[in-house]
């Protein structure tokens, strides 16, 4: 298993080093130079140049290029031009922000997502199915910027504003001003209770496909000569359902977890936004803006990283719950 | 008492096309610690009599006639509860299917699928499941049981599967094992070891056994009574020795006389001219008729009743369903349809 | 069940939730996460202003949360940020000015308690006071100014304000240290001489001497670890999430002492609905710069008030001048009249705002009264002035040609993702079609078009939409001096001899009394020229929430009174905070 994850990472890497040239090239040659942007617009003509040459941006593109291949070999991202801080350090704070995000998002999204395609197969054809279908068709449609404000317009103005719910959950941030001062198990709390609607919003568009691959494959599952076989052991259904249906369920719904990874991240944008959650998402869209270029590599690097890492958990799960795949 | 009887079962599916009678007034029993055996060729309802003896069939779309009566060991399981039906399965009632490479789960090991049954009947630990499960695994001869326990179906040989299954079955000593072709998707040296297993294992126990199958001579080996069913209907029953020797029914004729003479191998049966009907619309009268050699004028037009045949010589059990025969056995009030 | 899988798909779940667990705040505040440096200066800040007497009574203590949409970019940096908002932070919270401007936007003392001014206005002299610390316990003294100076003129530094400078003689001749607390720098004479001694903040010579200029904006001392000397110091800051400071003790009681508030944040939440609805639910005490839209949901929330104030800042089309259609200062003449301005500040800022004329903001003493109804809505003059130019519709299309045929035809780029800038473009295509001119907006993301629009070689532009921050000191030379004409901000490419000779007479001219003529003359030439369609000055607001009292705007800046800031014991909100985090 080790070995097989080894060959995985190394096959990757070309992969990665590809999408690292790839946005390098794109973004340079992009118009738009980020010294004057950061510059300010009293700066004198000879101040700007030496800006370029302290970002480095006076040499020409292949130059560039090849420094920056070297500096990466060495774990070295520059620093971002933007913030001035090294693209390490604004990595390291920003990184574990989204991967809690997605993460939960992620778990909640399959956690509801199987759940509600297990009940609508379960109930096939009945009312129960149809308007599962319906809303899971609903968050899979409308914009997930728009949810996302509503969930914010619900869950923390009207709850708390106009129908003064005892529950109501903060509209953006990771914690609250007063965090510090908590007690552990305060803090935990208060880092759960923000982490409800963004995760929420991220997780309610991907559920919805979930739910439609799970179902699919639910109701093929159940007519399998094995279910039928677990009934004539006497089984009550529900252990059918859990202990011999779900898990052949899921072969094909892990596969969905490598392809939703992109789509996950791409939410995060978003999401990230809205919330005001301090993330790579919204970092590297504001990068591409600002032309931060070491940002935006390191923060492609990343995404390349994580999506293999995804695949790469994928593929894990997938031998996890397909014993065919483990042995063949 | 008799172990199981069933009576009139009609197990009908509601398809698109119309109404599907799969089973259609189907009645046999088997008695305890007999083997009997359920013929006929493919699609003329005899899985779907299997599974509804286990309450199996999937409904919707399919649905056993509200008249139609189950009884084992005088319960009768039409109309049960799911729940008190449960009880019954896999611990009064083991089925083995007839295709071992499916009907074991595939993502779960061998030894979990046996002992979730022997816990769920048994009521036994964890360590006493997986002892018993070992045990039973011995039992079924496969080798290595306590490696095979840990393993995966498809790390198995078909064969190996279907001893998996029969493992499963017997677990739970159940009084009736129901056997849909077991070894219709095996090799042939396989098939009859497994067959010489089965059989072993039923006298054993002196466990009743409805061996589905369409090979007749697995029935000549292994039964004491067959059922031969056409079209959802029985056609004809008796005695092995009696049916086998004398057969009455055309249909039963045209089935054994497919079957090759001992020594020169087997062979698929089925060298009666034309196919099974559609289950959709059965033909009039004699369902067998269109197919018939002997049919004529009435055997189109009413569907015969079941006849006894021959005296009390053949233990009053031998019943045929053909015009050929001159004596009815019963009056023909129904002529085919339903209630 | 299967005995194997039920502990893993566990795992999965548990994953993000131990994750939430692992990532609380232990209750020790650690450095550990800082660079070296600064986990040696947040120390010595801890140690210096651990031992003063913090005041707990009456006003002091309690958290304001101020909430904007964007970060605060280059930090407390002072040499090389160029953000506004930045700006603030550092002369207004964490750090100092020689000098400040009251409320009559006069000078006044602050880090320097005086200066003189030779007869020759050619020489300045700051007194400091001796009684400023940095917050790690250094004396602020004329070195940290000396210090500050040479960084902040040397090119290598990349000062983003260069134009400060235009009349101080640069370099080491420039500046001379007299004692500790006394600087003098040298100077040609001008009217806003001290300007830059308001708006620059003065930098911890004994920290950063030794970093070279060109590695400043790298530094991690303005984002990571800022030691100031002005009445907050710094506690934390977050990426993209927040900036923390806390009272700063020591700060002199002559300048007011230490302020009021115990600690201030600056959270970043950048959609604006969602920083509505943390006003909206008391989750931030004030709300910057909301959207014109959003005001009256502030205004008619009970607990909130909206504060609105003139601002600095106004909108403009710049035209290029060097285009045939543009080139002719009746036709940009034209553009003025046939575009409503005042009701784009209608519309647009829904009347929180006034039409623009010229760069100089109302507020200013040079402020031309007269030219407020110079250039009126009136479609009428608009055709005039086109046809006198000789435009004139000749294919009969409703848009004008010259002579040769060349269409009056213009497009007109703003920064994609800016609805306020869209929204005027439009208007203009709509209304100066009525008077024969046909604009096309066109939407550029926005490096590229900065980029674009500063390539002082191509200029490949009609004209652009954009919105421009002026200091306390205008000066228009960048913009509309023929010297700067292929200059990056020569946008219009004006070249006109009166417009150049007020320019430089207006850098010279110190007495306000002889300028305001010069300003007048300068204002309507401009008027004349129009190398922009002016747009608007438009009015700042911030969403207040009540409990937050003592705050007051203007043009000075949003986070001008802080130190005067304070919440009511009763309405303090969360743990009672003290001014120092755990
Ligand atoms: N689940 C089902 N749905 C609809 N029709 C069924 C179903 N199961 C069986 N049937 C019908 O019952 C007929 C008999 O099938 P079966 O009992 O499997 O025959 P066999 O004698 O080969 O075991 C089939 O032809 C089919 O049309
Ligand atoms: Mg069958």
Redesign the interface.
């Known amino acids: 298993m080790i070995g097989y994850v080894l060959r995985r990472v190394g096959g990757a890497v070309p992969l990665v080093l590809g999408v690292a040239t790839i946005v390098f090239f794109v973004m340079n040659l992009?118009?738009?130079?980020?010294s004057?942007?950061?510059?300010?617009?009293?700066?004198?003509?000879?101040?700007?140049?030496?800006?370029r040459?302290?970002m480095g941006l006076d040499a020409p593109v292949h130059v560039r290029y090849i420094r920056w291949m070297g500096a990466m070999a060495q774990g070295d991202f520059g620093?971002s031009l933007?913030?001035?801080?090294?693209v390490r350090?604004?990595i390291?704070?920003?990184l574990?922000n989204t991967?809690?995000l997605s993460?939960?998002a992620?778990?909640l999204a399959?956690?509801a997502g199987i759940l509600i395609g297990v009940l609508q197969a379960v109930r096939h054809n009945t009312w129960i199915d149809s308007s599962l279908s319906g809303a899971s068709l609903f968050f899979y449609s409308i914009p997930s910027f728009w949810l996302a404000?509503m969930l914010?317009?619900v869950f923390?103005?009207y709850a708390?504003?106009v129908w003064g719910w005892p529950v109501?959950f903060?509209?953006?941030?990771?914690t609250?001003?007063?965090?510090?001062?908590?007690t552990?198990w305060e803090?935990?709390k208060d880092?759960?209770m923000h982490?409800v609607l963004p995760a929420t919003s991220l997780a309610l568009v991907l559920a919805g496909g979930i739910a439609r691959y799970t179902r699919t494959s639910m109701l093929e599952v159940i007519h399998q000569d094995y279910i039928r076989t677990a009934r004539a052991k006497g089984l009550p259904e529900w252990?059918v359902i859990?202990?011999h249906a779900l898990?052949n369920a899921l072969i094909p719904v892990v596969t969905v977890f490598g392809l939703y990874l992109p789509l996950l991240f791409s939410g995060t944008v978003f999401v990230e936004?809205?919330?005001?959650w301090?993330?790579m998402g919204?970092?590297v869209v504001d990068a591409i803006?600002?032309?931060d270029y070491p940002v935006v590599m390191a923060g492609a690097l990343v995404f390349a990283v994580m999506v293999v890492v995804g695949n790469l958990i994928a593929d894990v799960?997938y031998s996890?719950?397909d014993p065919r795949i483990r042995h063949g | 008492m008799t172990l199981l009887e069933v009576q009139d079962l009609r197990t009908w599916f509601a398809k698109e096309e119309g109404e599907v009678r799969a089973v259609d007034g189907v009645s046999f029993h088997v008695g305890e610690g007999e083997a009997v055996g359920l013929v006929g060729e493919s699609g003329c309802g005899k899985t779907v009599t299997a599974l509804s003896i286990a309450g199996l069939v999937p409904d919707p779309p399919g649905h056993i006639h509200g008249s139609s009566s189950i009884r084992l060991r005088g319960t009768e399981l039409v109309g049960l509860p799911e729940r008190r039906l449960r009880r019954f399965r896999g611990k009064e009632v083991a089925m083995v299917f007839q295709d071992p490479m499916s009907s074991l789960n595939p993502?779960?090991?061998v030894g979990?699928q046996i002992s979730e049954v022997v816990r769920l009947h048994g009521r036994l630990g964890a360590r006493e499941a997986k002892r018993r499960t070992v045990q039973l695994l011995r039992e079924v001869e496969i080798p290595d049981p306590d490696t095979r326990y840990r393993e995966y179906p498809h790390q198995l040989s078909g064969g190996m599967r279907q001893r998996v299954m029969i493992a499963m079955a017997l677990s739970c000593e159940p009084s009736l094992l129901v056997a849909d072709e077991p070894t219709t998707a095996l090799d042939v040296t396989i098939q009859a070891q497994l067959l010489e297993l089965l059989s072993g294992l039923r006298r054993e126990r002196k466990m009743g056994l409805l061996l589905i199958t369409h090979d007749l001579a697995v029935v000549a080996e292994l039964c004491d009574r067959v059922v031969v069913m056409y079209a959802g209907k029985v056609v004809e029953t008796g005695r092995v020795k009696d049916v086998f020797s004398q057969p009455a029914h055309p249909y039963t004729r045209g089935l054994l006389g497919s079957l090759p003479r001992i020594g020169s191998g087997r062979r698929r049966l089925a060298p009666i001219v034309g196919g099974v009907p559609d289950p959709a619309g059965w033909p009039s009268g004699c369902r067998f008729h269109p197919r018939c050699p002997h049919a004529w004028g009435r055997c189109s037009a009413e569907l015969p009743s079941l006849r006894r045949r021959g005296g009390r010589a053949h233990g009053e059990e031998w019943t045929v369903r053909c015009w050929l025969e001159e004596e009815p056995l019963e009056p023909t009030p129904d002529v085919g349809k339903g209630p | 069940?299967?005995?194997d899988?039920r502990p893993?798909t566990f795992l999965?779940?548990l994953?993000?939730l131990l994750?939430?667990?692992g990532?609380?705040?232990g209750?020790e505040?650690t450095f550990a996460?800082l660079?070296a440096f600064c986990q040696e200066v947040m120390r010595d800040m801890d140690r210096f202003l651990g031992s003063f007497e913090d005041p707990a009574d009456g006003r002091y203590g309690g958290?304001a949360?101020v909430g904007g949409i964007g970060e605060i970019?280059?930090?407390m940096?002072s040499l090389?940020s160029?953000d506004h908002g930045a700006a603030q932070h550092q002369i207004f919270v964490n750090q100092m000015t020689l000098i400040r401007f009251d409320e009559a936007y006069d000078p006044e003392p602050y880090l320097a308690r005086a200066w003189d001014v030779n007869e020759e206005e050619t020489e300045v002299t700051f007194h400091l006071r001796d009684d400023v610390f940095w917050h790690d316990g250094h004396k602020t003294t004329a070195y940290d100014v000396e210090f500050t100076y040479r960084r902040a003129t040397d090119?290598?530094?990349?000062?983003?304000?260069?134009?400060?400078w235009a009349h101080y003689v640069p370099g080491p001749d420039g500046i001379e240290v007299v004692d500790s607390f006394t600087v003098k720098l040298e100077m040609r004479p001008h009217a806003e001489a001290l300007d830059p001694w308001r708006a620059l903040a003065i930098m911890p010579r004994h920290l950063l001497e030794d970093v070279p200029p060109?590695?400043l904006?790298?530094?991690?001392f303005?984002?990571?670890c800022s030691v100031g000397n002005g009445p907050f110091r710094f506690v934390e800051h977050?990426?993209?999430?927040?900036w923390a400071f806390e009272r700063n003790p020591a700060f002199p009681e002559e300048l007011g002492g230490p302020p009021f508030l115990g600690r201030y944040?600056y959270?970043?939440?950048?959609?604006p609905?969602?920083?509505l609805?943390?006003l909206?639910?008391e989750?931030v005490d004030l709300y910057l710069q909301p959207t014109a839209d959003q005001f009256p949901r502030i205004e008619d929330a009970e607990h909130l008030r909206l504060l609105t104030f003139p601002f600095r800042d106004y909108v403009f089309a710049a035209w290029n001048s060097r285009r045939r259609q543009l080139e002719d200062p009746r036709v940009r003449r034209a553009i003025a009249h046939g575009v409503n301005r005042a009701q784009i500040v209608e519309a647009i800022l829904g009347g929180s705002g006034s039409v623009a004329n010229t760069g100089v903001p109302p507020f200013h003493w040079a402020y031309d009264e007269e030219a407020v109804d110079a250039l009126p809505y009136d479609p009428e003059r608009a055709r005039e002035l086109l046809e006198e130019a000789g435009w004139v519709d000749r294919d009969g299309d409703g848009i004008r040609e010259d002579a040769d045929g060349v269409r009056m035809e213009l497009s007109v780029r703003y920064n994609t993702g800016n609805q306020e800038r869209q929204e005027i473009a439009e208007i203009m295509q709509s209304q100066l079609r009525r008077v024969g001119i046909e604009v096309r907006p066109r939407a550029m993301?926005?490096?590229?078009l900065?980029?674009?629009i500063?390539d002082a070689e191509r200029r490949d532009f009609d004209g652009f939409i954009l919105a421009?921050v002026t200091e306390f000191k205008v000066d228009d030379t960048?913009l509309f001096h023929s010297s700067n004409s292929s200059?990056?901000?020569g946008w219009a490419g004006l070249e006109d001899e009166e417009v150049d000779r007020l320019l430089e007479q207006l850098q010279v001219t110190v007495d306000r009394e002889d300028a305001l003529p010069l300003w007048e003359a300068y204002q309507q030439r401009i008027l004349e020229l129009q190398p922009f369609t002016y747009i608007y000055f438009r009015e700042r607001g911030a969403g207040l929430n009540e409990r937050l009292r003592d705050v007051h705007m203007d043009a000075r800046g949003e986070w001008v009174t802080i130190s005067q800031w304070w919440i009511p014991e009763e309405e303090r909100t969360?743990?009672p905070?003290v001014a120092r985090?755990?």
């Open positions: 992009a118009p738009g130079d980020p004057s942007l950061y510059a300010g617009p009293g700066v004198s003509p000879q101040a700007l140049e030496e800006v040459q302290n620093h933007a913030r001035g801080q090294p350090d604004v390291r704070d920003l574990p991967l809690l993460g939960t992620l778990a399959f956690l404000l914010i317009l923390s103005l708390r504003n109501h903060p509209a953006s941030g990771m609250s001003v007063d965090h510090a001062w908590m552990p803090q935990v880092r759960a982490l252990r859990a202990g898990r936004t809205v919330f005001a301090p993330g919204k970092l803006g600002q032309r799960l996890v719950v | 993502v779960r090991t979990s | 069940m299967s005995n899988s893993k999965i779940v994953i993000p994750s939430l667990i990532c609380g705040d209750g505040r996460a660079p958290t949360v970019p280059g930090g940096n090389v160029a090119p290598e530094t990349g000062f983003p304000n260069a134009a400060f060109g590695e904006r790298q530094h991690p303005g984002e990571r977050r990426s993209d999430e927040s944040v959270r970043v939440v950048p959609e609905s969602t920083l609805t943390d909206l639910t989750s993301e926005w490096a590229t900065v980029s674009e500063t421009w960048d200059a990056p901000y969360g743990r905070l985090s755990p």
